[in-house]
């Protein structure tokens, strides 16, 4: 049981340059969410998919964009990539669409470096 | 906003004594408080949770206590281990909204042998 897979683990990218940064989870967990973890910040919702077929934005969704690819697959697009995207994300799924009482579980991380 | 704030930012204790990390919320709504342990190069991984109509849960070595009035809960670990040293993050349910949780910037602990 991997639990939740994203990748790529590591990437440097050029400034203007796009990527998307993929997730996926095996635990049939109906929520997923995608996160930036910068130093002194905390963990920051970027955006997140109640259930499949719907993605709503977070607290910093500006420069991103994702995709609810089917329930088990959940991708985070740069368009175009700026250094203030330098950060770790975390991709995350839970099992309900509610927080109460959920366990949400993190993904390795993903180091993105825009240059 | 919404606001977690957590102290402190970094807490050294000896191997054995206990170790106390306090968080407050501003959100009234909020009713689920988890604690997040992450290990260098790993994502945070749930250590305890406590839900709004629950004062104090224990597990183990580690506790959490909730104070709804004051909108604070906090985490003890007793009896620390060099293993317990890591960053620790709590956060709150947004209330009222569904899929988001507000964290705290963090604690790292370093637990000295």
């Known amino acids: 049981n991997a639990g939740v897979t994203q990748t790529p683990k590591f990437q440097v990218l050029k400034t203007g340059q796009s990527m998307t940064l993929q997730c996926a989870q095996d635990?049939?967990?109906?929520?997923m969410y995608w996160y930036r973890q910068d130093p002194g910040m905390g963990l920051r919702l970027i955006y997140y998919?109640?259930?499949?077929?719907?993605?709503d934005k977070g607290e910093v969704p500006n420069g991103y964009n994702v995709s609810r690819l089917n329930k088990r697959e959940f991708s985070l697009r740069l368009e175009s990539a700026a250094p203030s995207q330098t950060s770790v994300y975390f991709c995350?799924?839970?099992?309900?669409?509610?927080?109460?009482?959920?366990?949400?579980?993190f993904g390795e991380g993903s180091w993105l470096t825009v240059v | 906003g919404e606001n977690v704030e957590q102290h402190p930012s970094t807490l050294s204790v000896q191997e054995g004594d206990s170790a106390v990390i306090k968080c407050t919320y501003s959100?009234?709504?909020?009713?689920?408080f988890p604690w997040y342990k992450q290990e260098l190069g790993k994502g945070p991984q749930l250590i305890i949770d406590i839900r709004s109509n629950v004062g104090e849960k224990k597990d183990q070595r580690i506790a959490v206590t909730l104070n709804k009035t004051a909108k604070h809960f906090s985490l003890h670990i007793t009896e620390t281990q060099p293993e317990d040293s890591a960053v620790y993050f709590c956060?709150?349910?947004?209330?009222?909204?569904?899929?988001?949780?507000?964290f705290g910037k963090g604690t790292k602990l370093s637990v000295k042998p």
């Open positions: 959100d009234s709504a909020s009713n689920y």
């Open positions: 998919s109640a259930s499949e077929g719907t993605t």
């Open positions: 635990m049939n967990h109906n929520s």
């Open positions: 995350a799924s839970s099992p309900t669409t509610g927080f109460s009482g959920n366990t949400i579980y």
């Open positions: 956060a709150a349910s947004k209330g009222g909204s569904q899929g988001n949780l507000i």
